[in-house]
């Protein structure tokens, strides 16, 4: 009687360890994603959107390809802030995470406030973290 009650416990600690894993990323993986979002925030922070290319999925660049007008509108604006304002866990593993983001453009001076989606997907190939929604939308609706 005591042996199966050992073997329940043991059965349900396992369980609990396998869907604690299942849930989430690994601790290694926690570390890459902090280390992939720091480098990719101070890119964008300094509004060097062509070295923040570099941390978008390529499945998403073959989708949306960026234009030639798409890059000049970029060189176009200054990232004054960035502050994560949320994040969380996404059904399918990606993290996404809400950004609130100040932006100048160099011609007007003027200044004003946009909310961004992040969404980081792990690459089990590459062994990294991608972002998947490209570069942050700075015109939202103009």
Known sequence: MQ????????AVLLG???????????????????????????AVRWSDFEAAEGFIDPAY?????????QRERY??????????????MAADGAVERRVEMGVINRNTLAERTVMVT?????????KRWWQAQGLPDLWQGQ
């Open 3 to 10: 042996r199966r009650l050992i073997q329940s416990a043991i």
């Open 61 to 69: 660049w073959r989708a949306h390809p960026l234009t030639d007008l």
């Open 118 to 126: 992040e969404r980081w997907r792990w690459d089990p190939d590459a």
């Open 16 to 42: 609990v360890t396998m869907a604690a894993q299942a849930a989430g990323p690994s601790r290694s993986q926690r570390n890459k994603l902090t280390q992939t979002q720091d480098a990719y925030v101070a």
């Open 75 to 88: 060189k176009q604006v200054q990232v004054s802030n960035y502050r994560e304002r949320s994040s969380g």
